[in-house]
Nanobody, 113 residues
């Protein structure tokens, strides 16, 4: 069974870059046709899909976040990562990694000075 685990700092200052990593076990991020996503949920709001990196390394981003978002991967570590630049308090959320119905437990990130 695929398991995902998010990691990264819980507090980021405004204007800085938020960086999170998702470590995958029980499956390979290069498994053909699999896609690995980042999703977030701000306090009191619904889930927001941020972007995805596919099994072949191709990436797709939410149009509303595309200018600030980058998703990359390290196949040697079976990890994929999220970078969100120029963060504001509105980027405060629980961030999840997800793939085909498998979810990480989520990691809370607060943007505050």
């Amino acid at each position: 069974q695929v398991q995902l685990q998010e990691s990264g700092p819980g507090l980021v200052k405004p204007s800085q870059t938020l960086s999170l990593t998702c470590t995958v076990s029980g499956g390979s991020i290069t498994t053909r046709y699999y896609a690995w996503s980042w999703i977030r949920q701000p306090p009191g709001k619904g889930l927001e899909w941020m972007g995805v990196i596919a099994w072949d390394g191709s990436t797709y981003y939410s149009p509303s976040l595309k200018s600030r978002t980058s998703i990359s991967r390290d196949t040697s570590k079976n990890q994929f990562s999220l970078q969100l630049s120029s963060v504001t308090p509105e980027d405060t959320a629980v961030y999840y990694c997800n793939a085909h119905g498998y979810w990480g437990q989520g990691t809370r990130v607060t943007v505050s000075s």
